[in-house]
């Protein structure tokens, strides 16, 4: 008799472990050893699976002290920092009954997770919205009032009004809706992990097709920070069409 990791883990979780000797029992001698260590595994499985609730049970902390809001936003930026590319604005609206496992600080994530949570958060969240703020803008009104400027788009552009908006640090002028500043809210509150994680995504997109556009910059690796192989290019070809001017004049 075999079934898979998934049918033993169904089985398994619902056992306490005192009933684990008999659970094994049921099987052959002959399938026993196998069994043994599919029901490790999904012992595994289900120990990692409940962690991960319970962190993020904490990290819904000021979404459940903000829970009389109908519209709880998460809003968040990636990009403050490069020497190319915009900077991008995320703002999302979770369900509040249907929570979304292994959210955290985009900076934390790998890639491949950040495009896994990408596209979970984009299907199941209330509403859910990026904004870019271009080089040219950045140069013409600097990195901090673009950064805003981006984040209002993004509040904007969702398809709701929100009621509340937690923040990832700042408090945004010029925004007439109820704001919660929370330092490194990207790793305490899952609307926050939900924005920088869209917001990332799209950004370092928008980098990698730049890189086809202006090879030899490493924008595809870099993503428009200031590494050494990319300002060694900006030194030897000069700036490319992307490049933020008042950031890089040391440099050229």
């Known amino acids: 008799m075999c079934k898979s990791i998934s049918d033993i883990k169904s089985e398994f979780n619902n056992l306490q472990t005192c009933d684990l000797e008999g659970f094994i029992a049921t099987y052959s001698s002959d399938t ?66 249907d929570p979304i496992l292994y959210l955290n600080d985009s900076k934390q994530l790998s890639a491949a997770k950040r495009d896994e949570l990408y596209d979970v958060i984009m299907e199941r969240a209330v509403a859910a919205s990026v904004y870019f703020i271009d080089h040219k803008r950045i140069d013409e009104i600097n990195i901090l009032q673009a950064t805003y400027e981006a984040m209002r788009g993004a509040i904007m552009n969702l398809k709701i009004k929100p009621d509340i908006l937690l923040n990832d640090a700042v408090t945004i002028p010029g ?41 030899g910059y490493d924008f595809a ?12 290019a900006i030194k030897e070809k000069g700036p490319c069409p992307i490049h933020r001017m008042s950031f890089i004049g040391n440099f050229i």
Do not use: W
């Open 32 to 97: 026993r050893s196998g069994v043994i260590q599919l029901v490790k595994r999904a012992a595994g499985l289900i120990e990692k699976h409940n962690a991960e609730v319970e962190r993020t049970e904490r990290m819904l902390s000021y979404e459940k002290q903000y829970s009389s809001y109908s519209y709880i936003c998460g809003i968040d930026e990636v990009g403050r920092g490069p020497l190319a590319g915009p900077v991008v604005a995320g703002a999302v609206i979770l369900p509040k009954d």
């Open 175 to 215: 925004v007439d809706i109820k704001q919660v500043p929370i330092i490194k809210g990207d790793a305490k509150s899952c609307s926050i992990a939900a924005a920088s994680i869209i917001a990332k995504v799209t950004r370092d997109r928008f980098m990698e097709e730049a890189d086809l556009l202006y090879p």
């Open 221 to 232: 690796s870099n993503k428009g920070y200031g590494s050494e192989k990319h300002i060694k």
